[in-house]
């Protein structure tokens, strides 16, 4: 897994028509043994771009099947995930994209899928978008994270290969009405630093603990806790990744005051120590012929990956 956020204007030299403004861009290589937990952006378009094996797109009523070459765009205030099957595997890059301000056919373009998720059908393209982000990562290193012109010449060039297909080869995702479940996944996600528990959330929503936790369960597949949990982990990733922040302050942005239990919960669901995630994750991916053995091997020994609930 990498991340990287493009997040102040010395990041982006070149913020003229057509170009929109990025700010995000991450590989995630590391299900089914984790995946970053339900989540949604207040005014950012995430462009999601399978490359390698299959999974599921999953909202908050409905789950959706992915395999490489599908492309995935999230409009703002969606709540999402990306999951997979314990005999599965999936490699995705993940683009933000900021139209707020922008002028043009590509934020126009974004603008008109403001209500519900789109999958486009991209296939025979998949070697061409393999190649943008190999040359994005290098450019990344090359620029020292700044985004100039050749960075967003390219990624220009993919937006718009995008509408193409858009107009005629794509699939609107229906979202559907909320559901008393998705009330609770709202509020963990707004308060998980604060200290939570079954019984605090029952209070919260006026049911008892267990029938909370009972519905949840039938929507989500997972405890209210158990995801509580996989929040503040998928949370601390973010912070190991972009910031400076310790250990131990991470551990309590996220809602441990103990570092040490912090830790544990950490190594337990992503196979190492914060510190090791941390070192491990610092430089982008270049996705090639390389993992074509780690494929293979995945493919033949499933029975040794972890579960995604």
Not at 116 to 126: D, G, I, N, Q, T
Not at 129 to 140: K, N, Q, T, Y
Not at 181 to 191: E, G, K, P, R, T
Not at 238 to 254: F, G, I, M, N, P
Request: contains cysteine; charged residues 20%.
């Amino acid at each position: 897994m990498w991340v990287y956020n493009y997040h102040s204007d010395p990041d982006h030299l070149v913020q003229e028509v057509p170009f929109v403004k990025i700010t995000y861009l991450s590989f995630t290589d590391n299900l089914p043994a984790w995946s970053y937990s339900y989540h949604h952006h207040e005014s950012i378009y995430e462009l999601t771009f399978i490359v390698e094996g299959s999974g599921m797109l999953c909202l908050e009523n409905d789950k959706i099947r992915l395999e490489a070459g599908d492309i995935v765009i999230m409009p703002p205030q969606t709540l999402h995930c990306y999951a997979c099957q314990n005999q599965e595997y999936m490699h995705y890059y993940s683009l933000w994209v900021d139209i707020r301000g922008c002028r043009g056919m590509l934020a126009q373009f974004l603008d008109e899928i403001r209500e519900e998720p789109v999958l486009v059908s991209a296939h025979k393209y998949l070697n061409y978008i393999l190649s943008v982000f190999r040359i994005l990562a290098e450019l990344h290193q090359i620029n020292g994270g700044v985004i100039e012109e050749t960075y967003q010449s390219i990624c220009l060039g993919l937006f718009m290969l995008i509408r193409k297909i858009y107009q005629h080869r794509a699939m609107v995702v229906p979202v559907g009405p909320s559901s008393y479940a998705s009330d609770v996944l709202w509020y963990i996600n707004q308060h998980y630093q604060e200290d939570l528990s079954l019984e605090s959330l029952a209070r919260q929503f006026h049911i008892s603990a267990s029938h909370l936790r009972r519905i949840f369960k039938q929507v989500y597949e997972i405890s209210p806790i158990t995801y509580l949990i996989k929040r503040r982990i998928a949370i601390a990733t973010d912070y190991l990744l972009k910031t400076d922040l310790s250990v131990t302050e991470v551990a309590r942005q996220v809602g441990y005051e103990n570092v040490t239990h912090f830790s544990h919960l950490f190594a337990a669901r992503i196979g190492c120590t914060p510190s090791q995630f941390r070192e491990r994750n610092q430089t982008p991916p270049v996705l090639g012929t390389h993992r074509q053995s780690e494929k293979q091997g995945r493919r033949r020994g499933p029975a040794n990956s972890q579960g995604n609930s």
